[in-house]
């Protein structure tokens, strides 16, 4: 006959099994530093993470909160390690690349960026890994890199999707070239008239969207 101590044993080695191997005590902390962050408190936020890296160096969870919130309190060159760990153990996660190109980038190391995020976009030739490339190209301030890699995209794409034309958009806007905006929301426009977001950037620019407003995409075109 089970005692209630050997019972209690049982049902807390439950909980462990279910939490995937991870003491219980850590996923405390995660959720204590997920509302501390939540709250803006970034100090908390990361010692909290940290205690939890400590308790589990594994975890990834931890690994990512304690870089997001590096990033946070504008500390790219650690936030830039964590991520570089996280993305050892996870390689193929697309959220954990933008946080380590991001940390490149504000950390000064635009180069190592570029040699991860091309070497990417190279090897796979998929049209997210060329818009990440054009993306954090643009924050780096390269805008020919930048313009090179949405191009890529928006061809490998065919004029068949919106997030290419609208990176294009984003990028000609910040560079002043109205014109070149324009005519890629026009695009986005073809591939999406009920899109309102769309029609609110055209109308930004005193046009009326609508379907005889709206561009095929020279993609599709060619």
């Known amino acids: 006959m089970r005692t209630i101590g050997s019972l209690l044993v049982l ?22 530093a997920a509302r501390a962050e939540s709250r803006e408190q970034f100090d908390t936020a990361a010692q ?16 990512v909160g304690l870089g997001r919130v590096l990033l946070e309190t504008d500390r790219p060159a650690e ?3 964590q991520f570089e760990l996280a993305l050892a153990a ?7 690349l933008d946080f380590l190109a991001e940390s490149m980038v504000r950390s000064g190391d635009s ?9 990417r976009a190279e090897q796979r030739n998929a049209v997210s890994d060329w818009l990440r ?24 794409d065919r004029g068949r999707s919106v997030a290419p034309q609208i990176a294009l ?36 620019y005193g046009e009326t969207p609508g379907p005889t407003f709206a561009l095929q995409p020279s993609e599709q075109v060619g």
Do not use: W
Request: charged fraction near 25%; include cysteine.
């Open 169 to 204: 958009a984003d990028l000609y806007e910040a560079l002043g070239d109205d014109s070149k905006a324009l005519t890629r929301l026009r695009m986005a426009l073809f591939l999406d008239l009920a899109n309102v977001e769309i029609q609110d950037r055209i109308r930004a």
């Open 79 to 81: 936030a830039r390690r």
């Open 111 to 119: 180069q190592a960026m570029y040699r991860l995020l091309r070497g």
């Open 90 to 96: 996870r390689p193929d996660d697309p959220e954990i």
């Open 48 to 63: 909290k993470y940290q205690q939890a890296l400590d308790r589990s160096p594994g975890r990834v969870h931890s690994r």
């Open 133 to 156: 490339l054009g993306k954090y190209a643009s924050l780096a301030g390269d805008a020919d890199v930048a313009e090179n890699a949405l191009l890529t995209a928006a061809r490998l």
């Open 11 to 32: 049902s807390a080695l439950s909980l462990v099994a279910l939490s995937g191997c991870a003491p219980v005590s850590v996923i405390a902390l995660e959720e204590q």
